[in-house]
């Protein structure tokens, strides 16, 4: 049973340009989160969605940010007209059922550059 | 202020015993939770901690639980080289579905 994963990996965008991660949460798991790490500090949320559905999209930024989780395929983080302070890791985290937090399992990160 | 505050750093040798510390403001927690970060990796979930115990063990992990001061711990025993990374502590509260809320992390470096 794969763990989630994320990618890519590693993103380097210039300013103003497109960036979007994907995540495929753990086999059977239909709950994602996704958290930003900013250098040298902690995790904070971003969204929380269920398939097709956001739940809670309160750590959002309100401008060029969105995310989705369609009934097949990935979770995509979309990123757009990026800028210099867009720049670090993003994570997700995926669940079997919403209600204990305990079972979030995270993945490996996408390192995003701004250039 | 932030939700959770932890030290940032933290070194001692190997062998010795290494106690990670945090402080949370919302009493309402429901679960608290340790993750280890290595570099350039994700988030690895250690242990977690109901909100109505006060202690729980896991081999060389201890965690320490005190609700009324709103502060928690982590006791790693017999600390080796391959524990030196970052320690997050987080909590999740009851009316926000199921966000974590974390700390800014400590690290960890463990001395031969």
């Known amino acids: 049973n794969a763990g989630v994963m994320q990618n890519p990996r590693h993103l380097v965008r210039r300013r103003g340009q497109e960036a979007r991660l994907r995540c495929s949460p753990m086999?059977?798991?239909?709950?994602v989160y996704w958290y930003r790490q900013l250098p040298e500090e902690g995790l904070k949320f971003m969204v929380y969605?269920?398939?097709?559905?956001?739940?809670?999209e309160s750590g959002m930024p309100k401008e060029r940010f969105s995310a989705e989780f369609p009934k097949e395929g990935p979770s995509i983080l979309r990123i757009q007209q990026v800028v210099r302070g867009d720049s670090a890791a993003y994570f997700c985290?995926?669940?079997?059922?919403?209600?204990?937090?305990?079972?979030?399992?995270f993945g490996p990160g996408t390192r995003l550059t701004v250039t | 202020g932030e939700d959770v505050e932890q030290s940032l750093f933290l070194s001692v040798r190997e062998g010795d015993s290494s106690v990670i510390n945090c402080t949370y403001t919302d009493s309402s927690s429901t679960y608290l939770y340790w993750y280890k970060q290595e570099p350039g990796a994700g988030l690895q979930l250690l242990t977690y901690i109901f909100s109505n115990m006060d202690m729980k063990q896991d081999q060389r992990l201890t965690v320490l639980l005190n609700k009324k001061d709103k502060h928690l711990s982590l006791r790693i025993a017999d600390t080796q080289t391959g524990d030196s990374a970052i320690y997050f502590c987080?909590?999740?509260?009851?009316?926000?579905?199921?966000?974590?809320?974390f700390g800014g992390g400590t690290r960890l470096m463990v001395k031969p």
């Open positions: 086999k059977g798991h239909s709950h």
């Open positions: 985290a995926s669940s079997l059922q919403g209600t204990i937090s305990y079972e979030q399992y």
């Open positions: 969605l269920q398939k097709e559905n956001i739940i809670d």
């Open positions: 987080a909590e999740s509260l009851p009316n926000a579905g199921n966000m974590l809320t």
